[in-house]
């Protein structure tokens, strides 16, 4: 069907819908066209219609329905419009159930948080928590010796803690061990032993050691203690065995 040029885009769509009976629910049923849009078509709101290449498939289906020739109706809707050309930002709909690529800086954004937490807790354990601490001498509560001068010795898991014996300061070996000689004083010797970390918590261990000259008898009290301890260390023994 031939267009009068002299006719408006709006006036030729309109005149063919009423001159072919066709309501604008109709021609939305016979082309998937949203009411909305052919309606803004109808009225020239270009505003309220999407970009260029969208409205160019709208009036392609209604130029098909309504046998009309597409060029001259696309060619006079674009000279009276303000066409809208597809920018950037237009984007066709999006479905949500189909998979969406990951933005490159949001893996780069999880990768670096990894990496600061898989290298950054070490470094945060080294300022808190509780430290570990093992005293290898003396092995048990109480013990007595018979010779006055005496080592009192231990080690560390982190070589960075400090070591305190009696509230004085003793150097620490890069492999975390730690010993220091000592001149006993007859009788009972106690050696409180502590590890503190910078910001962390500190763990303590009290031991006794009683200086027994020979020839000198100790304490009926000093000798059961020993007794009791040495008791339970063979008790501990045998039940591991």
């Known amino acids: 069907m031939s267009l009068t040029e002299l006719k ?50 709208y009036i392609l289906k209604i130029s098909e329905v309504l046998e009309l020739d597409f060029d001259i109706l696309w060619r006079r809707y674009s000279r009276e419009s303000e066409i809208k050309k597809s920018g950037e930002k237009d984007v066709l709909p999006r479905n949500r159930y189909a998979f969406h ?13 990894v990496v600061v937490l898989v290298i950054g807790l070490p470094v945060i354990a080294d300022f808190f928590g509780k430290p570990s601490l093992e005293v290898i001498s003396p092995a048990g509560d109480t013990e007595i010796v018979t010779e ?8 560390i898991q982190n070589p960075k803690d400090r070591v305190f014996i009696n509230q004085t ?18 009788g009972a010797n106690t050696f409180v032993i502590s590890t503190k970390r910078f910001l962390g918590g500190e763990t303590t261990i009290t031991r006794n050691v009683f200086y027994k000259p020979t020839g000198v008898k100790l304490p009926e009290s000093a000798t059961s203690s020993a007794s009791s301890t040495s008791h339970e260390s063979s008790s501990t023994s045998t039940k591991n065995q």
């Open 8 to 57: 408006t885009f709006k006036e030729t769509l309109k005149d063919e819908m009423r001159a072919q009976g066709i309501s604008v629910a109709k021609l939305a049923e016979l082309t998937d066209i949203s009411p909305n849009h052919i309606t803004a078509l109808m009225e020239s709101d270009f505003s309220h219609l999407p970009a260029a290449p969208y409205v160019r498939g």
């Open 101 to 113: 690529p990951v933005k490159k800086s949001s893996l780069l954004i999880v990768a670096a948080i």
């Open 148 to 155: 006055k001068s005496y080592t009192v010795s231990g080690n």
């Open 169 to 186: 300061e003793v150097p620490v070996t890069p492999d975390g061990k730690f010993q220091i000689q000592k001149d006993l004083d007859e």
